[in-house]
């Protein structure tokens, strides 16, 4: 019987299907336009067409499509430092001010020489002190304004540019790619969680919440006026990098991804554990040969890695024995970064 | 030039359009039928109305808005053990069958004895003792398997049914109505966060991704085969409780709720946090003084809080306080069950 809600219900159907044909139509034919054709654009296109197509023996339904990225070196650049890092040098000097005694003692001394070289050889467990002394002992608030001031004015040098649009256009493309087809894009990064969800939305459309990253502990407390806030331990909870990225991923998100990138030895754990899971799964490893337009480092040998992640040959043998598919920056990318 | 394109981009437009007006005329009237008329309904209507109205002052755009729900007598029924501890009692037996000699060790004899008072007056560290036994040791995805068989045919013994039907038909409402409004969902629970995500979907249409809950480390490992998996491990990273709620909230999600539900002692300070942020913000409590349909406890003192949470008299005051709004439910719900 049309009663005037059956009608609408009917009227209803017919739009919903009608827009549905007609964004089909607006879709455009490449989703993909900054990959050149070749394995590693074929590897994308076919995982989604396959886990995103009903009736597909690979079916993924929409609420389990996890898709998960490595930030540096992955979506953005990562040499010859990792942005953070720099953001931690640049820290140093207020560091210092606020506790004038740090001046005389290493390793601040050495980052206030302004000595490059110096700094470059600072062995890892100086580095850590500069971490700890410029990313904890203050609230999350006060971090996040000065993170935020700095991402704003901070320039790479080689680009003459904002860290933040020094991301890979491909990969961008990927992401969009994934999410336009009902994936959650997660970064898991071994970055600081806390530096990431900064910018990750703007960045990547990613929000704070889809972004797993080294972490330490917060410890809640009251301001005089009463007002509760939380302030940066430094105690550690999750070191998000090699194992501890499948362990990040189980307590941040608690479902396997179906599709993980990375670049480094950081990474493998990651995609190991997505592509060990049931059905198709898709898991890619970019190599840095393009020394022209980015850098060549690891396997491709035009500079060596130094405050980066490791790059062993191994890594990428395993590639082809595990089905990863890698991806060349200088092959598989027709440009490199948005404003190329 | 009304070409193809232009054409359909026009027609597009008019379905979109009409396509939002049917969905307005057919949403049904009350988004909360289960509540009575009162301050309670009307506070979390006025602040879904405010929060989202375009042009609105305490307009929250729609990434920001997050909303997190206690899970233990907030959502579903905690009184007088909370479920988890009943899986865990009820593991015991083959964890004793596996290890012989822990059949003379307490705190296991004591619940092999089946002497219901016995273990009911078990203290914290012995519980604590039967959790580690109980939740840890295994990989990840035998506990799942157990856990979900154990679900499936566990029985409340009050009601005679499985678990997941004793949530509370009024609190499944407003996480709908506040999903329907943009506001993501999330389960912030002292429970198991392992334990409530398998689950947390299907009962509550809260994916794993946002339950934040009681967590411990997991290692990374291989099998014979080399197929990797994850062991769950008895270090303690996140303690989901009192302040653990707003420093898990900080690290799993990343922003400060607008809205917070929580039913005792470990819910202040996530109710506090939330209220602190700027703009419009909801914290509610619920108040278990309904004997007839539920129980009375806390303040309510119909039954006293034996294994279950602190509901101090204080508690209650500081709503008035702080500003949250009590939920009696008793009073302001028609319902509470579905089945009822």
Known sequence: MPNRWGYSQFVLLGFTFLFAAA?????????????????????????????TTQGSA???????RIATFDQDGTLWVE????????????????VVKAKPELAKVEPFRTVMSGNREA?????MKDLEKILVATLTGMSVDD?????KKWLSTAKDPRWKRPYTELTFLPMQEVMKYLRANGYKTYIVTGGGQDFVRIYSEEVYGVPPEQVVGTAGA??????????????????????????????GI????????????????????ML???????????????????????????PAKGLPATKVGTFPQALYDEAGKQGWVVISMKNDWKKVFAFD
Request: net charge neutral; aromatic share 10%; with cysteine.
């Open 143 to 147: 971090f996040n304004a000065e993170a």
């Open 119 to 123: 700094i470059a050889r600072l062995p």
């Open 79 to 94: 040499h010859p430092i990792y942005s953070q890092l720099m953001y931690c040098l640049d820290r140093v000097p207020a």
């Open 23 to 51: 964004s089909a139509i607006a879709q455009p034919a490449d989703p993909l336009p900054s990959w050149n054709d070749g394995a590693a654009k074929k590897a994308i296109v076919d995982f989604v067409q396959t886990t």
């Open 218 to 247: 917060t410890k809640y407390g009251y301001a005089k006026d009463g007002k509760p806030f939380l302030t940066k331990e430094p105690r550690l909870l999750l070191n998000d990098d090699k194992a501890g990225k499948p362990e």
């Open 272 to 298: 190991e554990y997505a592509k060990a899971g049931a059905g198709t799964r898709l898991s890619m490893l970019v190599l840095h040969d393009d020394a022209e337009r980015e850098y060549a480092y690891g």
């Open 58 to 64: 690979a079916f993924v339904p929409p609420a389990e």
């Open 250 to 269: 189980h307590l941040m998100i608690g479902r396997r991804p179906y599709a993980a990138f990375g670049n480094s030895g950081g990474d493998r754990e």
